[in-house]
């Protein structure tokens, strides 16, 4: 099985932060109802620490992966060793009080989405004490702010801009903003990164978002890539999620319904030929393939244990000659022909 040989860095933006193309996405061992688990702090540690060994230095995170979990996780594994880390949480999600616009019922609570500088300045004070560290490396939106209480994009980075010029955080981004509104937020102030869902089997920001990053040199941290473990080979027709789990819920991922899933099941057992002439498995296949189009900079990988992350870390220096891509192109194209709807 493959390995990662050499980790391959870029900056992000116009920054001066310099992060692995592939991150680990810390979503996952926040734990909660929508993971249908519960975390093993030491394990989630251990995949950390991992990820660090195997030459990751990007870890993204958000207050709301387990409420402050997964923040705090990774604020006991920075302690002592903090220059090693290239640290990337957010702002927006709120769950105190009713300010900002409601969002939606999660977990059993109410959240918010509120881009307020109030709110702002409490959040940013919280991360900071969660991860344990006086500065953040990328301070990103996580969502945008929507009616009745929609704060203006100017408004909310003048507030964001202030922590950059406090020392509290050293470069800004944006996640799950429309093409519209990521132009709003580079005229109002020095964007670098945006974060966004984008795999093989939903290629909507091809359309805009990613032409767009790359006209405006942008780094792009893309989540969802292996569409929450579907992508991996991992999951069988058999394969029952707990009530809560994302997984479940079909209308949030159509891929995820029995039909669909049997298309994507025999697309990767397609693959299985290219991953034995490449050395390699399915979430490498699906990592490179996606580092390789055009705009995509940086991957996010989630992982709940040591061995998920460094075999995915692996994709970073996994070369896919036109041969290859191309099969997997035409493989996409009759997936979508036969059913399936890769723009989903």
Request: glycine share 8%; charged share 25%.
């Amino acid at each position: 099985m493959r390995y990662v040989n050499i980790m391959k860095y870029l900056y992000l933006g116009s920054s001066n932060l310099k992060a692995s193309v592939v991150g680990m996405g810390a979503w996952a061992i926040g734990g909660g109802a929508s993971w249908g688990t519960h975390v093993d702090d030491g394990l989630a540690i251990r995949t950390i620490n991992q990820a660090l060994d195997v030459g990751i230095n990007l870890f993204d995170t958000a207050p709301g992966y387990g409420w402050g979990h997964s923040e705090q996780l990774l604020g006991r594994a920075i302690e002592g060793r903090r220059d090693r880390f290239l640290i990337a949480t957010k702002c927006g999600l709120w769950w105190d009080d009713q300010r900002g616009s409601f969002f939606a019922d999660f977990e059993g609570r109410p959240l918010y989405r509120s881009l307020r500088p109030d709110t702002i300045a409490i959040e940013v004070e919280r991360s900071l004490k969660n991860l344990k560290t006086d500065y953040i490396d990328l301070y990103q939106v996580h969502w945008p702010a929507i009616e009745p209480e929609k704060t203006p994009i100017p408004e909310t980075m003048q507030a964001l801009t202030k922590l950059v010029e406090a020392g509290k955080v050293r470069a800004l981004g944006v996640c799950n903003v429309s093409a519209d509104e990521l132009r709003q937020y580079l005229d109002a102030g020095p964007i670098v990164t945006n974060q966004f869902r984008y795999s093989m089997l939903f290629r909507e920001p091809e359309q805009e978002i990613l032409p767009l990053c790359e006209q405006r040199e942008l780094s792009t941290l893309t989540y969802m890539s292996l569409e929450q473990g579907l992508l991996t080979g991992k999951v069988t027709m058999d394969r029952v999620f707990e009530e809560g789990d994302f997984r479940a819920n079909a209308a949030w991922n159509p891929w995820y319904s029995l039909s669909n899933r049997k298309r994507v099941i025999d697309l990767l057992k397609g693959w299985q030929p290219l991953c034995e002439k490449l050395n390699c498995n399915l979430p490498q296949l699906v990592l490179a393939w996606t580092l390789a189009q055009e705009g995509v900079t940086h991957v996010l990988a989630g992982a709940r244990r040591p061995e998920q992350i460094e075999q995915t870390a692996a994709a970073a220096d996994l070369p896919l000659d036109a041969e290859t891509l191309k099969r997997m192109d035409q493989d996409l194209a009759t997936l979508a022909s036969s059913g399936g709807d890769v723009h989903a």
